[in-house]
Each structure stands twice: as structure tokens, then as C-alpha cells.
């Protein structure tokens, strides 16, 4: 018995010493805790420094704010800063190096050191050590855009994350490329809605996609609303969600471009009423146009000259406008621009009523610049059978040189 | 964001430049033990014959490892997971050859090397794997080895065996001859060995040796014998690495190799040449003298001297980048991380081809023949100017020549019954490090100066590793580099007394030690003209060590027995020349180490059942560990120093073997330890290749740390049958557990995460442990392994014969990871940036032996 006892005791005792010393803790080096009153927002950042509008430097060691990074530099179209949000609002954090960050990472940021201030309006935390502030908590977490209009973006979005559906690049800015890839300069570009609201796009010649083409058609763009000053901007993350691969707004009837050479494609007609002298397309600087004048080199000659658009169904249209560039040269009669709702279609259009249109013509004789018309209103008109045209005149003693592109009517 | 990896800025392409040293000779324990454990089993004609010869009368013999189912299952199917028994490494034990001290006294490490492949010599060896009395030396508190090299020691007869095996080599061919004693007092004994692989179990891995050993006794009369033994076994090893688990993926094959690469002859045939060689023949010289002054006393005397080569050779690179296939920088995911896709697929496209993952010695012999360079004062004569091809990649052999001398003379006598020894000891050893040029790959010169130093220092001595001879023009076999001694003295004395009182046995031992190291420079460095030539002060310990121990014997049957140990031990003048290579410069406090184990066993011995449980702690205090690793950006070695490292190792043994019915038994075997970082050290850092000091005195968190690279669970079941015939079969199943990466300690530093706030993930991601094979959708976590062995024997006439064989790995269970550790560089930002460096257990091996006797 004695020997029994002794061999359980040893084995309760092994298994005890054992059990005692297991989980330990490993040791761990000091570390500071972090405390709710160390932890700021976005919003509470903002507002401090919008109440004077002075910048100023944080001097907590421990303040932070958790945010997400809205965009990144991975695409080159921002260079060592960085777009993130909070539950409160969005900032730009402008770095002191470039840094490895993606779209999604959830970050802390050490605000230690770093100067709270705007950039031309953009609210930024300046001067973030991406090494020594910055501590990424996760990845992934990828913000959804808000869904936004252009009518309603304002400056008070600034920093913001936002979708915008039913966009398009304007007429004008088509065969354009995001920026210039060669001389890595920033570019503009023109976007509009189908209600005529437009804003512009900015990139950097550096970004990845500063040499893509435009999109010519009609849909969605994720981007950053920035600010220059007074201007808004947009910030786009990447060319993939530049989804703009659908039909242009539904109402723009009519696009006559010229491109193709030809003066009737579209169902658009030239009506010689007097004289030879007529509408015909010519190329300058690269785009093809259409051109009119009744000089023959040595003499005018009368002539009325229509350049009628085919019939347009604007009856289910909510409203309506053209749009076209032109430019003149010389003296004589200007153009007339038409609108008439009971022309048939052929024949002379002298026998239809036709009322004037108030576009903005070129007043500058001596250059050869197209100037844009301005949206013309064609609210009035919003019925079955309209046309539009455009008259021109010239006599035995003068006449101008006329020259249009890119007519654009909506509806 | 890159200078986030330089928090420390460590990397480790010459990864563990010391501790790939210790792997090297850890596999090729391993490889020796998984052979020298397998007599263990064998239950043979051979095996009768051995029990009658091993035995001892003294009662802790019951604790020998050869009768002791705990010792011979962790040597034999414990050792490919790399398991330790208690945790101890090689330096906690000691082998001897006739009762002298065999191990590198510069680093404690054991050096089977020296003989390996002597199996038949060595197989005997009397062994113990922990503390109890020892008859020839104090011995380590991890037990002792002692191989007996006497020619009279030798089975009288012809042994001729040959093995067949995929592990280190493929083939091993092995002769012993032995006189035994005979009757003109004279006995002779002799073995040959030869073990050869092309390529062994790891692609681009290679295997030459061959081995000797000669003896020669003369019994002058009953009082006095002489004898004298040679052993050596000059060896050409093509080595393994070590990798990430990115480079295993890549490559499909977690043995991927990256010292290897093909090389295109003259003649247009392509040979695998691996770059990581290890060249070593250090033969050992002993010279016995037994005197039997009378019936109970007797006096051993012994003087020993070993001598010769031994180095490894690695590529080396001037003006060029890293050729190594796994530097991080020829990684896809390296990459990755930088948000380069192209340059990730361009990676990515050179691992998928066998030449692009492996290094590629044509382009090697390519850019040294278009590098023509013109030397201005060569050799430091002022005008000489050598004009050639100017190497960029070499190959270099770092050596590191031995020469150690050793004396001892051990006096036993009994009195009643009281056995009482007092031995004396003393060994001289000489570490002689240099570099040697072991292949220009066709250039025409190598000029020794110092990369790094050549562009950051404004003095153009700097770049000189010898002063002396600026400028130096380096042809193949021409020394370079660094050129120094290290000497190492020490000098013992050992007393111990054993004795029986009633159904106590005792014993008790004494030892009391003074060593010495200094360093003597042959080069005058041009960065450290002070302190890199000539001897150095020479550092003085002097240490003690107790031991004792006790038997209990309750019925004949079972034994409860106790043993302790108290000592000092002096730091390794390894660790303590922080920077050997260059100057004279140690860590700034060397103190003694300090070490108190014990155990306590219950042990069951009858015929038909045998079972030992035992409980052991002990505690290593004040441990100096440095590492010197090779950094990139400083193109130098990097010393890590932490001083004041303590240990605690303590855990369970059970082993219980016991026969079933008729020739069918069982056995079970659990290791269940707890092998931790006891304290919190602080660490230095040191550049090699100036006097700048990277970090001083940080404080390493790394209390309750896990000590890595081993299992500290380790469970086995294994059944054997022994027939009537003379043969025998058996299988072990086998499970590891609680095996961790070995943790870097700069992550464990208030610095590593100065950035970071508890909450943030990087803080625990920085400062855990990794825990290896933790995947629970796997059977066992993969962490298993099962073995089969058998064997039969054959009288035929006066003719033996023997055939052996053991499977490992039954199962061909690939995905095992038996050990790794972190590198030392880090990302603290993103922990995964620079994984960690791990081995995975082999597949489906054998070793099968035919052995002739007669």
C-alpha cells in the first residue's frame, strides 16, 4: 500500500508542477492604450479648424482617428496623399512620402505632429508620416460611394466619395484622352447629365489612365469631389469605374457632326433657294465641319442657302435644347438660325412659318475660333414635327463666311 | 514605408551564418542517430551477444538508454521531428572517445562529424541521455556518450555490411576487422567506411565520405595495456536550405533546395553544382594508457590530439546583385508588396522554370569573363597594376581549421563500498577562421577589400581586410578576408564518490574548472587597426559543478531515484567575440553562465514489464546567444548579442514496455515538456564591418517564450514482435505537439512597436508566437510520423548474416513542418512580409542494411 501511495503522489505532483506552470503568458513589451477621449473624428477636426480658418499642429501623442481609405495612390492620379472617410465625414490626408496604402484599408491615423489645414478649400491632415502615423487595422473594408447629382454636388461635399449615374462626357470632349500622358499634364474634362448640368473631371498626367480615351457613351462615374478654390473638381480612382458604356441621354435627338463628310447623313437636308453657292463640309485643324460662304475668289453672288435638320419628335420631351459652334468671318448678312413646326419636310422651306432662335453667334470677324451657341432653349416647340435650320444669306455685294460643327439637339 | 522594414533592417541571406552550423550538425546527428538507434531493436544473435557485454553493477545503469524504451524511441523515432530530449542541445551533453572530451570547445556544440560513418565503432557507445554518475568526467546535465576505441574492444572477427538508404546518402559500404586479444598480448582493429549519394533525399544535395578508424592495443601485462586509436572521416557535403513557405509554393516541393543550380561543362552536358559544400576531415588521435594498480584501484590515462580542415563553402558577389533564387528581392511576393505587378509576374515567370528557381552558375562564368578591371597598386607594391577579369561571383570557403589537444588521467579505487574517482583533464584547442577562395568561376582575380566599406569610408585604408597587404590579389586557394585564432584552455578536475547504504544507492560528484579564450588576429583590418591584429587579452573563468544523486530500491522491482546538479559554466567564447571576424571585441559583461536541474523517477522493472516516469526541471540562467546574420544594405555581417538569457526547461518522461504474449510486446512512450524563455534579456547589435553600434542594451520582452525548432509534446505507441527464428518487426506511431518558430527577439522590443497602440492588430502580429502545424481540418495536424522496422538474421556455418530495415515515414506525410524560426528582419507593418524560414519532415524513407559477419 505504502508504495502505491507513493506512486500517485508522485504522478499527482508531476502533473500538478506541470499544470501549474502551463499558460503563462508571454511577455509582452510596454505598449500605450488607447482611451475613447484619445480617439477624434474627421467632423471634429473640421469644424475646429473651420472655426477660424488657422492652421494648426497636434501635440497629443496618443490622438487618432480610425478612417478608410477612400482613394489611393496606386493609379498615380494622386501623388503622396490619400482620400479617406469616417463615420463623420471624408478628408485628404496629404503625406510626407508615397506610401503602399489601398482603397479599403481601414486605418489609424496618429494625428501627432500633423498640421490640420485646407489646400485651396480641400480640407487635409498635412504632414503624415505614412510610416509612423499611419496603422493599418484591416483591409477590405471598402466604402460604398454615395449616389450623387450633379445639381446637388457642392462644395460642401468636398473629400466625399460619390457615384453618379446617367453621366456623360460632353460632345466636345469626345476622341480626348483623361489628360495628357505625354507631357504628364492635368486635363479638364467635361461631363454633363441629361438635364444639361455639367461639372468637370480633373487628372494627372501621371495618373495610370491619363492616356485612355474617353468614354463616348452614357452611365456611371465613381469619383472624389475636390475643390480648386471656387471650382469643384472630380477625382477619379481608376478608369474601371468609368462605366460609361450605354446610349447617350435619350433626348438628344440629334448629333450632326460632320465627321462622315456628308451633308445629308442623318436625314438633314440642304435647300438651295437662290444661287449656287452652298452648305459643304471642309476639314480644318484635324475636325470636319460645314462651311458656306458666297465669294467666288474675286466676286460675291446672291444667294439663301437652308441647312434644315430632319423632323424631330419632341411632343414626349420635357425640354429641349440645341447646341452648336460656329464661327464667322467678313461682312454681310448673319446667319439665321430657324425653328418651324409645320415645314413638311421638302420643298421650299419659304413656305413654312419659322421663328427665330436666340443663339449666341460669333461676333469675332477676325478669327476662325468656333465659339458654342449656348444650350438654346426649345421648350416652346416641345410638339410632333419640328425642324430646324439654318439660314444663310448672301447678296451681289457682300456675304459672309460661315462655318458650324457639332450640332447637338436634345430633347 | 520600405524604411519600415529597417526598423532593425536584419536579413538573413547567409541566413543564421552560426546557427545554419548547428542545423548542419543537428542533421547529421540525426542522420547518425536514426543508425546508431537502430541496434536498439535488433533482436538478434548480435543483440544477445551485446547485452552480455553493456551492464553495468551500479544501479542507475538501470537508466542507460540502450534498456530504456523513453531513450531508444526518442532517439530513434523522435529525432527526424527534431525533438531533445529535455530540451537540451548538443551542448549539454558530452561525447567522449575513451573517456576524453570530444566537442568544439569554442561553441560546446558535439562533433560527430569527425566520425561519422564509423557506425560500427561508434554504435556501442555507452550512453546516457541525462544526469547520473559518470565514470570518465562530469559529463553535461544532458548526459554523456562515451565511445570505447579500443582495439580489444572490438568484436574479434570480419563485419562487412552495406546499406541502402534515400535519406543524407544512398549508399553506405562499411569493413570492420578486429584481432581481439591475442595471446602475444597485441590486438588490432580496423573499419572502413564509405558512404556516397549524387544526389540524397534533397534535390541538389550531395554526399562523399569516406571514414577510418585503426587501433592498436598491446596488454603489457595484467597490470598495464596500451593502446592507440585513429578515426576520420573526410567528408564533401552538398547542403539543404532552409526556406520560405512562398519558395516551397512556387517551386511545388517543400524540399526545395536554393544552393543548387545547373552548370554547363565544356563538353555541353549540364551538372547540378550546389554552391553550400561542407568540407571537413579533423581526424582524432588517442593514446591510452590503462594501469590496473591492483584489484579495486585503477588508473586511465589518456592524451588525444585532433587536427585538420573543415569548411563551408557559399557564393559571394562583388559589384552584382544577389544571385540567391529566395532572396526576397527575386520573390514575386516582394512585389506584390510594392504594388509592381509587372515585375511580380516576371518573378513569378523565372520560379516556374526549374533554371530561374535555381541559381545559375553559366551566367556567373559569363559576367566573370566580360569584368575587365585593372588593380592599381596590387598587392601593395606602388605601381603594380593587375589588369584581368575582376570576379563578381565567387565561390568562397569559410573555414574554420581545429587543432585540439587533450589530456586526461582518471584514478578509481573502492573502498568497501565506496567506488571513488578523481579525474583530471585538460584540452588546448586552436579554432584557426579565414576564407579561402574556392572558385574564381573563371575570372582572374577577387581583390580583398571590403564592399561596403569601400564606398563609406573616405579613408582608402578602410576597405583593406589586410592592412598590410592592400589591395590584395585574391587566385583560387589564396587566403582572404579574415584570418584569426581563437584558443580555447580548459583545465578540470573531477572527483566523485558512489556508494550503497542499505536499499540506497548514492553518489556524488565535484567538479571544479578554469578556462580560458583569447582571439589572435593575423590581419590587420583596415576599419579597426587597434584591435584586429595580434593577441588579445585573455579571458579567465573559473567554474564549479556539484552533482548528486539517489536511488531508492523498494522491492527489487521498483526504484524511486533523485538526481541534481548545481554549476557555473563559462560563455562560449563563441558568443562571446561579438565580432571575431574583424577584432578583438567581446560582449561587455561575460559572467558565467549558471545551471540547476533536477529529476525524480519511478521506475518498474520486471521481466515482462518495464516503466519509467520521471519529472525534470531545470534552469539555465544568464545564457549569453548571439547570431550574426548577413545584411544586404550594409553588405556585412550583423551581430546580435542578448545577454542574460535564462532558460527553464521541465516536463514528464513515461515509457512502458512490456510483452504482451508469446513474442509480441507493446510500448508507449510520452514527452510531455514546457521549454521557455525564463527571463527578459537585453541585446546589442553590432556592425561587423565598422565600430558602429546598431542598438545598445534593449530590453527583450521574451519571458514565457517558447523555446523553438523542437517538439515539446511528443507521443509514440509502438508494437514489436521478435520470432523464434531470428527475426523480428515492429511499428511505431508516432505525434508531436507544441512545436513554435524560435521568436526573433528584436520583435519582442518596446522599439518594434513604439508606432503602435495595444488595439493595434500589428502589436499582437509583431510580438506572438507562431505555433507550427495548427491546421485542425488535418489528421493530427499533420504533426505525425509512423515507422516500421524489421529484421532477420542468418547462421549460416560460421557465417552471420543480418538484414535490417527501417521505413520512416510510412505514411508520406509531406506536410509536417518540424521547425523554423522567424527572420530576423521584419516589417513590423505587415508581419507577413518576411515569413518565417521552416523544414518539413521528410517523406517515405528507408535505410536497409545487409551485414556480414564472420
Given amino acids: 500500500m505504502r508504495k502505491l501511495k507513493f506512486q500517485y503522489l508522485f504522478l499527482v505532483g508531476a502533473v500538478a508542477a506541470l499544470a501549474w506552470s502551463c499558460n503563462k503568458e508571454l511577455d509582452q513589451p510596454p505598449v500605450s492604450q488607447l482611451h475613447d477621449s484619445d480617439v477624434t473624428t474627421i467632423d471634429s477636426l473640421r469644424s475646429q479648424y473651420y472655426s477660424t480658418t488657422t492652421p494648426f499642429i497636434i501635440e497629443d501623442s496618443l490622438l487618432s482617428i480610425y478612417v478608410t481609405v477612400t482613394m489611393d495612390e496606386v493609379e498615380g492620379n494622386i501623388y503622396k496623399n490619400l482620400y479617406v472617410q469616417d463615420a463623420t465625414g471624408p478628408a485628404n490626408i496629404r503625406l510626407t512620402s508615397s506610401s503602399d496604402y489601398k482603397v479599403g484599408d481601414s486605418l489609424r491615423i496618429s494625428l501627432f505632429g500633423v498640421e490640420i489645414s485646407d489646400y485651396n478649400g480641400v480640407f487635409q491632415i498635412n504632414n503624415v508620416d505614412p510610416d509612423k502615423n499611419i496603422v493599418k487595422q484591416a483591409s477590405g473594408k471598402e466604402i460604398l460611394p454615395t449616389p450623387m447629382s450633379f445639381a446637388h454636388i457642392s462644395a460642401a461635399d468636398e473629400g466625399k466619395l460619390i457615384i453618379i449615374e446617367n453621366v456623360q462626357f460632353t460632345y466636345d470632349q469626345l476622341g480626348n484622352t483623361y489628360a495628357d500622358a505625354i507631357t504628364q499634364s492635368s486635363e479638364n474634362r467635361y461631363l454633363e447629365d441629361c438635364e444639361g448640368n455639367s461639372l468637370y473631371i480633373r487628372t494627372s498626367g501621371f495618373a495610370d489612365f491619363a492616356g485612355t480615351e474617353l468614354p463616348s457613351g452614357n452611365g456611371s462615374i465613381t469619383c472624389i469631389v475636390s475643390v480648386f478654390g471656387s471650382d469643384i473638381q472630380l477625382l477619379v480612382r481608376s478608369e474601371s469605374e468609368v462605366n460609361m458604356s450605354g446610349a447617350r441621354c435619350p433626348g438628344q435627338l440629334v448629333v450632326k457632326d460632320f465627321e462622315d463628310n456628308s451633308m445629308t447623313s442623318g436625314g438633314w437636308s440642304v435647300v438651295q433657294v437662290t444661287g449656287t453657292d452652298t452648305w459643304e463640309t471642309g476639314s480644318f485643324g484635324g475636325s470636319v465641319l460645314t462651311v458656306i460662304s458666297n465669294y467666288d475668289g474675286s466676286t460675291n453672288n446672291a444667294c439663301e442657302s437652308w441647312l434644315i435638320s430632319p ?90 463666311t460661315w462655318e458650324l460643327d457639332d450640332i447637338i439637339i436634345t430633347g | 514605408m520600405l524604411n519600415t522594414y529597417l526598423r532593425l533592417g536584419l536579413i538573413a541571406p547567409f541566413f543564421f551564418a552560426f546557427n545554419s552550423h548547428s542545423q548542419v550538425e543537428r542533421n547529421e546527428e540525426v542522420d547518425d542517430s536514426l543508425e546508431t538507434n537502430t541496434p536498439v531493436f535488433i533482436t538478434s544473435l548480435e543483440d544477445l551477444d551485446n547485452n552480455n557485454t553493456a551492464g553495468s553493477n551500479n544501479s542507475s545503469g538501470l537508466l542507460q538508454a540502450s534498456r530504456d524504451v523513453y531513450a531508444a524511441t526518442a532517439g530513434f523515432n523522435f529525432s527526424a521531428a527534431r525533438f531533445r530530449i529535455r530540451g537540451y542541445q548538443s551542448d549539454m551533453s558530452v561525447n567522449m572517445i575513451n573517456g576524453m572530451p570530444m566537442y568544439d570547445m569554442e561553441s560546446g556544440w558535439a562533433q560527430w562529424y569527425k566520425w561519422g560513418g564509423l557506425n560500427d ?173 591492483s584489484k579495486d584501484k585503477k588508473l586511465s590515462t589518456g592524451v588525444s590530439f585532433s587536427f585538420g580542415s573543415n569548411g563551408k563553402t557559399a557564393l559571394n558577389w562583388y559589384d552584382a546583385a544577389d544571385p540567391r533564387p529566395d532572396y526576397y528581392k527575386n520573390l514575386p511576393s516582394y512585389y506584390y508588396g510594392i504594388n509592381d505587378v509587372a515585375n511580380a509576374a516576371v518573378a513569378e515567370n523565372n520560379w516556374a522554370s526549374v533554371d530561374g528557381r535555381q541559381l545559375n552558375w553559366d551566367q556567373f562564368y559569363f559576367a566573370n569573363t566580360k ?137 556524488g560528484a565535484l567538479n571544479l574548472s578554469h578556462k580560458a579564450f583569447w582571439r589572435e588576429g593575423l590581419y590587420r583590418n583596415g576599419r579597426f587597426l587597434d584591435n ?28 524511486v531515484s533523485v538526481n541534481g546538479a548545481v554549476m557555473t559554466q563559462a560563455p562560449f567564447s563563441r558568443s562571446a567575440y561579438v565580432s571575431a571576424r574583424t ?272
Avoid at chain 2, 596500451?226 to 512556387?250: C, H, K, M, W
Avoid at chain 2, 595580434?534 to 573563468?541: A, E, I, Q, T, W
Avoid at chain 2, 517538439?711 to 508494437?719: E, F
Fill in chain 2, 583 to 854: 577584432r578583438d571585441f567581446t560582449a561587455p559583461n561575460l559572467e558565467n553562465e549558471f545551471i540547476y536541474t533536477g529529476d525524480v523517477n519511478y521506475l518498474i522493472r520486471y521481466p515482462k514489464l518495464k516503466m519509467r516516469l520521471t519529472y525534470y526541471y531545470t534552469e539555465r540562467k544568464n545564457v549569453l546567444w548571439s547570431r550574426s546574420f548577413y545584411h544586404d544594405e550594409y553588405r556585412s555581417f550583423v551581430n546580435y548579442v542578448m545577454e542574460g538569457v535564462d532558460y527553464l526547461n521541465h516536463g514528464l518522461e513515461f515509457g512502458i514496455d512490456g510483452n504482451i504474449y508469446g513474442g509480441l510486446s507493446a510500448n508507449a512512450v510520452v514527452a510531455f515538456g514546457e521549454y521557455i524563455y525564463n527571463s527578459r534579456p537585453t541585446a546589442s547589435i553590432y556592425r561587423d564591418n565598422s565600430a558602429e553600434v546598431i542598438a545598445r542594451d534593449k530590453v527583450i520582452y521574451l519571458q514565457n517564450f517558447k523555446v523553438g525548432g523542437m517538439p515539446q509534446t511528443a507521443a509514440s505507441l509502438g508494437l514489436k514482435y521478435s520470432g523464434k527464428k531470428y527475426w523480428f518487426a515492429g511499428v511505431n506511431f508516432n505525434y508531436f505537439g507544441d512545436i513554435y518558430l524560435d521568436p526573433n527577439p528584436d520583435r519582442r522590443t518596446e522599439e518594434a512597436v513604439a508606432n503602435y497602440v495595444e488595439s493595434d492588430p500589428q502589436y499582437q502580429e509583431t510580438i506572438a508566437q507562431t505555433q507550427l502545424n495548427t491546421d485542425q481540418d488535418a489528421f493530427l495536424n499533420n504533426a505525425y510520423n509512423v515507422s516500421l522496422f524489421a529484421g532477420k538474421s542468418f547462421k549460416i556455418s560460421n557465417y552471420f548474416l543480418n538484414i535490417n530495415v527501417n521505413i520512416n515515414n510510412l505514411t508520406n506525410n509531406r506536410r509536417f513542418v518540424t521547425g523554423g524560426f522567424e527572420q530576423l528582419r521584419y516589417d513590423s507593418q505587415d508581419i507577413n512580409r518576411f515569413p518565417p524560414r521552416v523544414g518539413y519532415l521528410y517523406g517515405l524513407n528507408y535505410f536497409v542494411m545487409a551485414t556480414l559477419r564472420f
Fill in chain 2, 371 to 507: 569584368n575587365t578591371f585593372a588593380q592599381e597598386n596590387a598587392n601593395g607594391i606602388i605601381g603594380n597594376t593587375v589588369t584581368g577579369n575582376r570576379a563578381k561571383y565567387i565561390v568562397e570557403n569559410q573555414r574554420n581549421n581545429q587543432m585540439v589537444g587533450g589530456l586526461n588521467s582518471v584514478f578509481s579505487h573502492t573502498i568497501g563500498n565506496i567506488n571513488l574517482t578523481h579525474g583530471i583533464i585538460y584540452q588546448l584547442q586552436r579554432n584557426h577562421s579565414f576564407k579561402t577562395m574556392d572558385d574564381l568561376l573563371g575570372a582572374d582575380f577577387w581583390v580583398d577589400v571590403d564592399q561596403f566599406a569601400e564606398q563609406d569610408f573616405l579613408d582608402p585604408n578602410a576597405a583593406q581586410n589586410d592592412v598590410d597587404t592592400p589591395n590584395k590579389i585574391i587566385e583560387n586557394g589564396d587566403v582572404f578576408g579574415w584570418n584569426y585564432y581563437i584558443f580555447n584552455s580548459k583545465t578540470e578536475l573531477f572527483n566523485q564518490a558512489e556508494f550503497s547504504l542499505g536499499k540506497f544507492d548514492f553518489y
Fill in chain 1, 311 to 400: 423632323s424631330l419628335d419632341l411632343s414626349n420631351s420635357t425640354g429641349s435644347t440645341l447646341s452648336f459652334m460656329n464661327t464667322q468671318r467678313y461682312g454681310g448678312d448673319d446667319l439665321e438660325v430657324l425653328i418651324s413646326t409645320d415645314y413638311t419636310g421638302t420643298g421650299d422651306p419659304n413656305g413654312a412659318t419659322w421663328n427665330a432662335l436666340p443663339a449666341t453667334l460669333d461676333t469675332d470677324g477676325s478669327s476662325w475660333d468656333l465659339v458654342p451657341s449656348g444650350l438654346v432653349d426649345l421648350s416652346g416647340y416641345l410638339v410632333a414635327n419640328v425642324h430646324i435650320a439654318f439660314k444663310y444669306t448672301g447678296t451681289d455685294s457682300d456675304g459672309k
Fill in chain 2, 532 to 559: 584586429s591584429f595580434g593577441k588579445s587579452d585573455v579571458n579567465l573563468f573559473f567554474n564549479y559543478a556539484v552533482k548528486a544523486g539517489a536511488t531508492y530500491n523498494i522491492s527489487g522491482r521498483q526504484f
Fill in chain 2, 121 to 293: 565503432v561508434t554504435r556501442y557507445s555507452e550512453t546516457k541521455a541525462w544526469l547520473s554518475s559518470n565514470p570518465y568526467h562530469f559529463g553535461g546535465i544532458g548526459g554523456y556518450a562515451n565511445i570505447d576505441a579500443r582495439a580489444s574492444a572490438r568484436r574479434e572477427g570480419t563485419r562487412i555490411s552495406y546499406a541502402l538508404t534515400n535519406r543524407a546518402y544512398n549508399h553506405r559500404l562499411m569493413a570492420s576487422y578486429a584481432t581481439g586479444m591475442q595471446s602475444n598480448g597485441w590486438a588490432f582493429a580496423f573499419t572502413v567506411s564509405g558512404r556516397y549519394a549524387y544526389e540524397g533525399y534533397v534535390e541538389g544535395t550531395s554526399y562523399e565520405a569516406f571514414s577510418y578508424y585503426a587501433a592498436a592495443e598491446k596488454k603489457v601485462n595484467d597490470q598495464h595495456s596500451l593502446n592507440f586509436a585513429v578515426l576520420g572521416a573526410p567528408t564533401t557535403r552538398g547542403r539543404a536550405s532552409i526556406s520560405i513557405q512562398e519558395a516551397y509554393d512556387l517551386a511545388g516541393n517543400n524540399y526545395y533546395n536554393s544552393n543548387w543550380g545547373y552548370q554547363t561543362l565544356a563538353d555541353g552536358t549540364r551538372i547540378k553544382r550546389n554552391a553550400r559544400l561542407q568540407k571537413s576531415h579533423l581526424p582524432v588521435l588517442i593514446f591510452n594508457h590503462d594501469y590496473k594498480i
